[in-house]
Nanobody, 118 residues
């Protein structure tokens, strides 16, 4: 069990930026891959981005590639999602995830709301 707490969500105009943070507890943070998913009202939860244990490799959904950047600071037990050029379609609850590998993300935060106005 890895407690995860997201922050940084809010209301922003289209074309604006937000940075989400996810703080994790535990001494083994550096052993886990991390990721971000999002869920819009009435829609299934969808993959956004993930990052490997060391931060050497990152992967993005096509819908956010070139606009979003995932990063991590293992010394601070924190993963970030920098979101630029936001669109109304990005409106969703964003969830931080963690797991043994990027293919097995299994622990979830409670989410933070991101709303993009047109």
């Amino acid at each position: 069990q890895v407690p995860l707490v997201e922050s940084g969500g809010g209301l922003v105009q289209a074309g604006g930026s937000l940075r989400l943070s996810c703080a994790a507890s535990g001494r083994t943070f550096s052993l886990y891959a991390m990721g971000w998913f999002r869920q819009a009202p009435g829609k299934e939860r969808e993959f956004v981005a993930h990052i490997t244990r060391t931060g050497a490799l990152t992967t993005y959904a096509d819908s956010v590639s070139g606009r979003f950047t995932i990063s991590r600071d293992n010394a601070e037990n924190t993963v970030y999602l920098q979101m630029n050029s936001l669109k109304p379609e990005d409106t969703a609850v964003y969830y931080c995830t963690a797991g043994p590998t990027t293919a097995s993300l299994r622990w979830w935060g409670q989410g933070t709301q991101v709303t993009v106005s047109s």
